[in-house]
């Protein structure tokens, strides 16, 4: 095939991407006006979120951090470690430790039920299993939903407050951000790491 042959199948290759593109364009906006005339509502964009939740308020991290959720199983208990940490178990090939979320933030013990979970994430390379109340749902979160900044003491609790990385508002929820770096690398988890 010459230069010249390949040259003009680049264009007509082109060509026929461009006018793809021009018909998926315009095949959304149509969808888009007919979900408005059906009364459907417009889809949420945002960044996804992994909802639970902890002492009766929802709670989200950034779907992104999330390995999984497990149901609460068998775990090796570790000596000489602090109380918060529950154990160890094996995910997937890898051992990885147990923190009970509620423990760890000072909050009151309550028994696990059906609807405990593990809720593992990481951060760099650092994975840790948390045990937290229960695991609701993966939901988009807007840009413009979120209040970082001035975070009001009113609207976090004050165990979460060195971790959270803002609020969101969603028609009548309000979720409190995790930041899971600030979880995974606080000074009280490091500790622990130093230690085991």
Not at 98 to 104: G, S, T
Not at 144 to 157: K, L, V, Y
């Amino acid at each position: 095939m010459s230069s010249d042959d390949l040259k003009m199948l680049q264009r007509d290759r082109l060509a026929a991407f461009q006018q793809l593109q021009a018909r998926l364009s315009s095949l959304s906006h149509l969808q888009g006006k007919q979900d408005v005339a059906e009364g459907a509502e417009p889809a949420v964009v945002g960044e996804q979120y992994l909802v639970f939740t902890l002492a009766e308020r929802e709670y989200a991290v950034k779907a992104e951090h999330v390995q999984g959720v497990e149901r609460l199983g068998d775990l090796t208990p570790v000596p000489n470690v602090v109380p918060w940490v529950r154990g160890v178990m094996n995910l997937r090939g890898a051992i990885v430790s147990v923190v009970d979320l509620r423990m760890f933030l000072g909050l009151e013990q309550v028994a696990y039920t059906p609807r405990t979970r593990l809720l593992s994430l990481q951060c760099n390379e650092m994975v840790i299993c948390f045990v937290v109340d229960a695991v609701s749902e993966m939901l988009p979160v807007p840009a413009a939903a979120i209040t970082a900044g001035n975070i009001r003491q009113a609207t976090i609790p004050h165990w979460a407050v060195p971790f959270a990385a803002g609020c969101a508002l969603l028609s009548n929820r309000m979720l409190i951000l995790l930041d899971v770096a600030r979880l995974l690398f606080s000074e009280k988890m490091q500790r622990y790491q130093a230690i085991s």
